[in-house]
């Protein structure tokens, strides 16, 4: 099996790097061309010509325009990378039937109720980000393709940035923080989600061998059992630094609401994502969000 990665140096795209080797031989591009081969988003002809050349079995696109806030303005360049170049990527595979492993995000649904949203609720994204990655599933359907949509959810690496790293930073500093504590979600690890890509890609064409043909195509919810606050989440991760006997600043923690914290892009206060189709489909069992933060600090600390 022959498989392009894009997105490589991301959280995400480290954890793919590693994943993928079992399934074969794997070409994975950075934002910058390499080798003549292009895995920048931006440059739709530059995707376009690198399928061609490669003719992957699978692309899996793990690059994506996460600056949430900042999308609100430059509405142009979040809509390029979400949503026009997953339709040319898909548009490019369909020509010979390869698959396209695409990431998408809570942030497709309005975050209003308290129940996790299954794959079909309604889709009405509060904020721009929101609405390049729903119009980015949306163009991979029309395709007419052969596709896995994995949605997820407040993902965390040891690789780059996340929430985990800074909340260490912050406590090491300061005496006192305040957290967002009404928008309820899970912390999914990259490489819980890299480790499922592998076994859904094996499984979708294990069962491209039989007579239902493409049965896998589908949208499907990627994130661990359990939910959290941001609040609980730091709590936990303050918990498990101070439990190893490193010393922090921090003595207080403040709960605030997201109306006492704006941003500029809108926030959804419940970014619960039911999980029951992957694990039926896929046979999988998913692990609780807890002991996957627990390691991360672990290894963030070692």
């Known amino acids: 099996m022959k498989i392009l990665l894009l997105g490589k140096n991301g959280q995400l795209g480290w954890e793919l790097q590693r994943a993928l080797q079992v399934l074969g031989e794997v070409f994975a591009l950075s934002r910058h061309n390499e080798n003549g081969l292009c895995g920048d988003l931006s440059d739709l002809h530059g995707l376009t010509k690198t399928i061609e050349y490669l003719k992957p079995d699978v692309v899996v696109n793990a690059a994506a325009y996460t600056a949430v806030d900042k999308a609100e303005s430059d509405r142009e360049q979040a809509l390029l990378i979400n949503a026009r170049a997953p339709a040319v990527i898909a548009q490019a595979l369909k020509t010979y039937q390869g698959l396209l492993v695409h990431y998408s995000s809570d942030y497709v649904f309005d975050g209003t109720g308290e129940q996790a949203r299954a794959e079909l609720a309604p889709c009405n994204p509060v904020n721009y980000y929101g609405y390049t990655k729903l119009e980015g599933e949306r163009e991979i359907i ?94 936990l991760v303050f918990g498990q630094v101070r439990a190893k006997g490193i010393p922090l600043a921090l003595r207080e923690v403040a709960a605030v609401s997201s109306a006492q914290y704006p941003m500029p892009a809108r926030r959804p206060l419940n970014s619960r994502l039911s999980n029951a189709k992957i694990k039926e489909v896929f046979n999988l069992h998913m692990p609780r969000w807890e002991p996957g933060v627990c390691r991360l600090v672990d290894e963030l600390l070692a």
């Open 142 to 235: 029309r395709s007419g393709g052969r596709y896995l949509v994995f949605r997820t959810s407040w993902i965390y690496g040891t690789h780059g940035g996340n929430f985990a790293k800074t909340m260490i930073k912050l406590a090491r500093e300061k005496e006192k923080l305040a957290i967002v504590s009404d928008q309820i979600g899970v912390p999914t690890g990259a490489d819980l989600i890299a480790d499922v890509t592998v076994h859904a890609i094996r499984s979708y064409f294990n069962e491209d061998q039989g007579p239902n043909r493409n049965v896998l195509n589908g949208i499907y919810h990627l994130v661990p059992d359990g939910e959290t606050s941001w609040l609980a989440y730091a709590n």
